[in-house]
């Protein structure tokens, strides 16, 4: 049964840091490219960051987080990151991880291409 089970989610500052991790069980993970999507309340699921399948393998980015968030994977952890820095209100959000068997980062942008996700952690920013 594949697993995917994020946390570090929580209520932080404005202009404060965040590490969210995605761990993964029941699947090969050297297999699977890691994305993140997040989705804030009464809007739609978004595409945040990908990493491919490969031990340090390329990454991509949605333009609206580039230069605050950081996608890693430790493939010996069966783990994804999400590292977050400089936070705003706007990054309010439940953020979920999602596995895509030997995807492609031209498709990490769709929702669809995914064949698991995880359950989502909540992250709360005030200001």
């Known amino acids: 049964q594949v697993q995917l089970v994020e946390s570090g989610g929580g209520l932080v500052q404005e202009g404060g840091s965040l590490r969210l991790s995605c761990v993964a069980s029941?699947?090969?993970?050297?297999?699977?490219?890691m994305g993140w999507f997040r989705q804030a309340p009464g809007k739609e699921r978004e595409f945040i960051a990908a990493?491919?399948?490969?031990?340090?393998?390329?990454?991509d980015y949605a333009d609206s987080v580039k230069g605050r968030f950081t996608i890693s994977r430790d493939n010996a952890k069966n783990t994804v990151y999400l590292q977050i820095n400089s936070l705003k209100p706007e990054d309010t959000a439940v953020y979920y991880c999602?596995?895509?068997?030997?995807?492609?980062?031209?498709?990490?942008?769709?929702?669809?291409?995914?064949?698991?996700w995880g359950q989502g952690t909540p992250v709360t920013i005030s200001s």
């Open positions: 999602a596995a895509d068997l030997l995807g492609l980062l031209n498709r990490a942008h769709q929702a669809r291409a995914y064949d698991y």
């Open positions: 029941g699947l090969t993970f050297t297999t699977y490219t």
């Open positions: 990493i491919n399948w490969r031990s340090h393998g390329p990454t």
